[in-house]
């Protein structure tokens, strides 16, 4: 409901010399307002205004700032005066018999707020502890705000009542890197719901003032920045964002601050805007990734991941594990895109590093990282296939990569990634000419972990089972990999019981008879799901 052109909340608020600016309105029956909320949506719209830009709550010409201000500012205080979504002003502003409550830390802005009535004060006169009082006072109801901001019932109630058109003038006139923060703070938490992330995108130049950010040189901001741009990129109005992305200048500067901080919260933030634009949709990648692929995204890629590696081989630092994660699956979002996939599948480096985090023996705290790096590789082989001999003899990989699997009991993907390893590797070991102690070493490393072939191939044929009578290409190239990887798997260990040799067999079987057994029954698991299939 529009206020009454008599009753205009704001211009009460802010023109009445005997109300404090600290005034909060009387709560309102809650038949007035038409949201479900514990939060008295008048206290709300009190904190809005709290974070009214000065030239806006002293009253200005909404067609001009003060001189301390930048000249471009674009929240107009008419609009804001016409817009502003307050019903039954009278009722709200005028109830001086109901009790009024108001926060303990308004007394110091309230006290400076009369101080300032005597007269107009240029910013440029303002006392270093009136400034320090003010922005207490303004991180205090912004951080409310900021809060209030991931309840979708109060995002909603806020884009309503002119957030936006605050936040937009509080980025413009700013000149605190703290509020600069909870500004894009408060917008973070307002893309994370659909309507608010709609009213984001059709605010005008509020995007564009949004990009500007990352030319700050504060890590809080910068890092407040980048999650705001991810979610952008994340959502339905994802095109806006990233046209408001696509120059050089700002793409050129995504990738420097992703290559230059050493803070490791900016660095997962940075990365994560790089990871949302390859997971965007396809618009979105083609107005954005040719220009960052032009500015060296592989090789950021690279080096940053050959560093992560560095790091894990030397000092584990549980904090950036997940960095090593996101870097991993930038890489693999990047080598599924078929004009760019030959950057990542032709570097035998980046080869290398994944192998050998597969190789880790110690996989629980970096899993994540690990079920990555076997999606990648699987990528990897698709393109280079030649890779596949250079590991069909390391056992240490072959052992590494079964390890993964109840890692991965929850991401069909990741198993069927798995498997596809696996029938590449073992057609490799197949088509050689295998030694017999090689041989043994190959039944070793199957029967030490027949566990967890078997507990996979259960799970698999749960799976299978449900997708009964569900056929496609995707579902049958699965099925593929996993019977060619079970064959392999099956022929070497039926090698292995018809062999001649006997000493070969006495040497695994006659220390521990259990291994036996073991064989016996990983050859009839393999030897059941095949005739399952």
Known sequence: MAPEPDSNPIKEYEDDDNVAPSHHPSAPSDELFNISTT????????????????????GHDSDGVDACNASNQGLKTNHIKESVVSPCEDEM?????????????????????????????SCSRFEDSSISVREKAWEEYG?????????RIHAEFMVRNLMLEVLLGSLIVSQSMRVTEISLGILGNLACHEIPMKQIASTDKLIEIVVDQLFLDDTSCLCEACRLLTLGLQGSECVIWAKALQSEHNLCRVIWVAENTLNPQLLE??????????????????????????????SLLINLLTFEMGNLASERIPERYSILDL???TIE????????SQDICSNKEVFRLVSDLVRLPDKVEVANSCITAAVLIANILIDAADLASEISQDLPFLEGLLDIFPFASDDPEARSALWSIMARLLVQVEESEISSSSLQQYVSVLVSKSDLIEDDLIDHQLDDSNENNVSSITSAAKQNARTTAL????????????????????????????????????????????EFL
């Open 269 to 298: 933030k940075s990365i994560g805007l790089l990871l949302a634009i390859l997971e965007s949709q396809q618009e979105v990648v083609s107005i954005l990734l040719p220009t960052l692929m032009n500015l060296g995204l592989s």
């Open 93 to 121: 502003l005028n109830s001086s018999h109901d009790k009024i409550e108001t926060m303990d830390t308004l007394d110091g802005f309230d006290e400076l707020a009369r101080q300032e009535k005597t007269g107009e004060v």
């Open 39 to 58: 939060v008295d949506p008048s206290y709300i719209i009190s904190l809005i205004r709290k974070l009214l830009p000065r030239d806006v709550k002293n």
């Open 487 to 530: 064959r392999g798997i099956f022929n070497i260990l039926n090698q292995w019981t018809t062999s001649k040799d006997c000493d070969m067999k006495n040497n695994l079987m006659g220390a521990d008879h259990d291994n036996g057994e073991n064989v016996e029954r990983l050859l009839n698991c393999c030897r059941k799901y095949t």
């Open 327 to 329: 870097i991993l699956r």
């Open 143 to 151: 951080c409310i705000l900021w809060d209030l901001a991931g309840s």
């Open 333 to 340: 979002a990047l080598s599924v895109l078929d004009d760019y």
